[in-house]
C-alpha cells in the first residue's frame, strides 16, 4: 500500500471514507515548534465539506483528535498521530453500486487490485475524503516554513472554458498570496468569482459536473534547494501533487507551453538588483535542474470534471459480467476545483519541508521552533 509520503518528513495516511475515521502518522516534525491550532481551523474549513453551495452535501466538522506529538501547544519531536472522525456517512447511498463500476473512479482498477475486497463505500481509501488529513500535515509543515519566510497561495486558473488572470511568474507578493487565501474562490480578476459559480451551477443543473485547473506559487525559497536527476524539487512535487485524486496533470513555469518557444525566448536572463539575483521571466517555474534558482517557484494542476454524476452513464455489472447503466446517487461535488486549492498547498508544503530537512537538516528548524515558542 503506497499511503507513504516523504524521506524525512514522513506522513501515513490511514482510512476509508465511510470507515470509523480517517488520520495521518507525522514523523519528522522539529521539537519545540508552538502548534496554531485558529490557522489548523482555518485550513480544514477550506477544505471541509458542505462548506460551499457548490460541494457535497456531506456535513462534516473535520475537527482534528491530536493522539501524541503535541504537549502543551508544542511539538515533541516524536510521531505525531491525528484523527479525524467521520460522522455523516450514508453508506446505503452505495448499495446498487456495489456491483456497478463508476466510470472516472477507481472501482474497476481498485477491484483488481485489491481482489474485490476494497471498500466501495464513499470510494473507501481512494476517496477525496482522505486528503483532510493531508491538509492537516500540510498546515503544520506550512506554518514551519512561513517561519522560514516561505509562503504559498493559488488561484483558480480555469474552470472549464473560462480563465482567470494568470501570475506574473517573475513578481508575486507575499500580500497577494495571503489575500487570495482568504477568498472562497481565489481569483485574480475579481469577475472570474461569478461565470465560475455560473459553470458550476449549469453543470449541476445538467446532472454534471466541471474540472479546472489551479495555479500556484511558493516564494521565499533561496536558490539552491534540491538534488538533480530523481530527488529534484520538480520530481518531489510532482509526486505528491498526482497523489491528490482528480489530478491528471502538473507543468512547471511555462509548462508545455515552452515547447513552442524558442530557446532566445524560453531561457531566463539574469540580472542583479540591489546585490540579489534575479531573472527577468520565469518560465522555468524558478527551478533548474531540478534546483531552485531563487524565483517564484510556479506550478499549475489539472483537476479533472468530478467523476460521480447523475447523469446515466454506461459501465458494466462486474458480478454478472453484463453490460449496464448507472447514475451516481449520494451527495457529490459539482466542482471539486476550490476545495482542492487547499489540497495542493497544504501538499506543496509537505514536500517543501521534507526536501528542507533532507538537504539542511532538522537542527536549523528546531533552533527556529524554539525561538517560536
Keep these: 500500500m503506497g499511503s507513504i509520503f516523504g524521506q524525512n518528513f514522513k506522513i501515513s495516511v490511514f482510512g476509508e471514507s465511510h470507515g470509523p475515521a480517517i488520520g495521518v502518522v507525522i514523523d519528522g ?13 482555518e485550513e480544514m474549513i477550506r477544505r471541509k465539506p458542505g462548506s460551499m453551495p457548490y460541494s457535497t452535501k456531506r ?40 456491483n456497478l463500476v463508476r466510470p472516472g473512479h477507481a472501482d474497476y482498477s481498485g477491484y483488481v487490485r485489491y481482489k474485490g475486497f476494497n471498500d466501495v463505500r ?58 487570495l487565501r482568504k477568498m472562497d474562490i481565489p481569483v485574480n480578476d475579481k469577475s472570474c468569482r461569478e461565470k465560475y459559480l455560473g459553470i458550476i451551477d449549469d453543470a449541476k443543473k445538467n446532472l454534471d459536473s466541471a474540472g479546472g485547473i489551479v495555479e500556484t506559487a511558493i516564494i521565499g525559497i533561496q536558490a539552491g534547494l534540491g538534488s538533480p536527476i530523481f530527488d529534484n524539487v520538480e520530481a518531489k512535487l510532482s ?46 517555474g524558478g527551478i533548474n535542474g531540478g534546483i531552485t534558482n531563487g524565483m517564484p517557484i510556479v506550478f499549475r494542476v489539472a483537476v479533472k470534471p468530478t467523476s460521480s454524476i447523475a447523469k446515466e452513464q454506461d459501465t458494466i455489472n462486474i458480478k454478472e459480467g453484463i453490460n449496464a447503466k448507472v447514475k451516481v446517487k449520494g451527495r457529490h461535488d459539482a466542482c471539486i476545483v476550490p476545495r482542492v486549492v487547499p ?31
Design 122 to 179: 464513499g470510494s473507501g481509501h481512494f476517496s477525496g475524503r482522505l486528503t483532510a488529513p493531508i491538509v492537516f500535515a500540510g498546515a503544520l509543515a506550512a506554518q514551519i516554513l512561513k517561519s522560514k519566510g516561505i509562503i504559498i497561495g493559488s488561484h483558480i486558473d480555469s474552470i472549464y472554458n473560462v480563465k482567470d488572470l494568470g501570475f506574473d511568474k517573475a513578481n508575486i507578493t507575499k500580500d497577494r498570496l495571503l489575500e
Design 59 to 98: 456535513n462534516e466538522p473535520d475537527n482534528v483528535e491530536i493522539l501524541s506529538g503535541i504537549y502543551g501547544n508544542k511539538t515533541t519531536g516524536t510521531p505525531l498521530c491525528a484523527i479525524i472522525t467521520n460522522k455523516d456517512q450514508k453508506s446505503g447511498d452505495y448499495d446498487e453500486l456495489k
Design 239 to 284: 509526486s505528491i501533487l498526482f497523489s491528490i485524486p482528480a489530478v491528471k496533470g502538473v507543468e512547471f513555469g511555462e509548462g508545455f507551453g515552452i515547447a513552442s518557444m524558442l530557446g532566445s525566448q524560453a531561457n531566463d536572463s539574469y540580472y542583479f538588483e540591489n546585490g540579489k539575483i534575479l531573472t527577468k521571466t520565469n518560465n522555468n
Design 29 to 41: 516534525l522539529p521539537s519545540g515548534f508552538t502548534v496554531d491550532f485558529d490557522n489548523i481551523s
Design 343 to 373: 489540497v495542493i498547498e497544504a501538499s506543496a508544503a509537505i514536500a517543501v519541508f521534507d526536501l528542507f530537512i533532507g538537504q539542511y537538516g532538522i537542527e536549523s528548524f528546531m533552533e527556529e521552533s524554539r525561538d517560536n515558542g
